[in-house]
């Protein structure tokens, strides 16, 4: 079956600029998931949504970074005033559930840089 | 979550077995073990993962130690296409904890 998309695949934006990504789960997974990858390091956790809410926003850095999963199916992760620190590959998981015993699986990714 | 412990690096020739270990002294007796790997440009992929038992799918398999302080992922007949970053996770709740892996360059 279709698995996690992502899109757009990269973008390229100008700083200060508000930049839109979007997320499509597998088809009736309920858990979705947000991180983001820089250069050279390992994802690192943003957000959790179970169904329509963010169970866990954590690792959002800042108040400049927002997502939204409104009817429980796809999420858009959007953020505001884009700094040259945000460029990095924004990625999405889901799964079925959500917990530790329920795997995640991940999307290609959005390249998103921020000249 | 518990940490994890990889060699930054491992070299495996192709259609050898690539064994690739991973320590976890400090895990939870209800922390399971999870085991992603990045290819190049791509988003992680999972593998396997397992909490007590040893653990075989269509990719791989999961050996565990007795005292679960331990695992090693084994690649049974490595190919180039499996040239990647592996990590090994051990997961509590939701969050993957990614650390820095193991670069897996299989040679020709």
């Known amino acids: 079956g279709a698995g996690v998309s992502q899109t757009p695949s990269n973008k390229v934006t100008e700083k200060g600029k508000y930049v839109e990504l979007r997320c499509d789960p597998i088809?009736?997974?309920?858990?979705l998931y947000w991180y983001r990858q820089s250069l050279g390091q390992g994802p690192e956790f943003l957000i959790y949504?179970?169904?329509?809410?963010?169970?866990?926003d954590s690792g959002l850095p800042n108040d400049r970074f927002f997502a939204v999963r409104p009817e429980g199916s796809v999420s858009t992760l959007k953020i505001q005033r884009t700094e040259r620190g945000d460029s990095a590959v924004y990625l999405c998981a889901s799964s079925q559930f959500g917990g530790s015993t329920d795997t995640q699986y991940f999307g290609p990714g959005t390249r998103l840089t921020v000249l | 979550d518990a940490k994890t412990t990889q060699p930054p690096s491992m070299d495996c020739a192709e259609g050898r077995a690539a064994n690739l270990p991973c320590n976890h002294s400090?895990?939870?007796?209800?922390?399971?073990v999870y085991w992603y790997r990045q290819i190049h440009s791509q988003g992680p992929q999972y593998i396997i993962h397992g909490l007590k038992n040893n653990e075989t799918n269509e990719m791989a398999s999961l050996i565990i130690t007795e005292d679960r302080k331990s695992s090693t992922l084994i690649l049974p007949h490595a190919t180039l296409r499996d040239t990647a970053v592996y990590y090994c996770?051990?997961?509590?709740?939701?969050?993957?904890?990614f650390g820095a892996g193991t670069t897996v360059t299989v040679r020709a």
């Open positions: 088809s009736g997974h309920t858990a």
């Open positions: 400090t895990i939870s007796g209800n922390e399971y």
């Open positions: 949504f179970q169904g329509t809410g963010a169970a866990d």
């Open positions: 996770i051990v997961l509590s709740d939701y969050k993957l904890s």
